[in-house]
């Protein structure tokens, strides 16, 4: 009778199952340092913006993470063509 109960939901030894949410929070720091770059220091905040968005390339956070990386690569190509090196 015993083991006829199942865990369902759970991974082994009755643990529950605990998605990795990083990769999103990297992705979404990411993001939000290169939108900054935009109005604050465009060469700091852009490079943390692309820094973060190519550590989020190796997890699951493909997306969010191309996308901090086109912000922050904008963010300083802008930067450039308004005020020079």
Same mark, same amino acid.
């Given at each position: *009778? +015993?083991?006829?109960?199942?865990?369902?939901g759970h991974g082994?030894?009755?643990?529950r199952a605990v998605e990795d949410t990083s990769a999103r929070w990297i992705g979404? &720091?990411?993001? +939000? #340092?290169?939108?900054i770059a935009f109005f604050f220091a465009?060469? &700091? *905040?852009?490079g943390a913006g692309i820094i973060l968005g190519i550590i989020g390339l190796f997890s699951n956070a493909k997306t969010l993470s191309w996308w901090a990386i086109g912000l922050g #690569? #904008?963010?300083i190509i802008i930067r450039w063509f308004m005020v020079g090196y």
């Open positions: *009778m +015993a083991e006829e109960i199942r865990n369902e082994q030894g009755g643990e979404w &720091i990411g993001i +939000a #340092a290169s939108i465009p060469y &700091i *905040m852009g #690569a #904008a963010a």
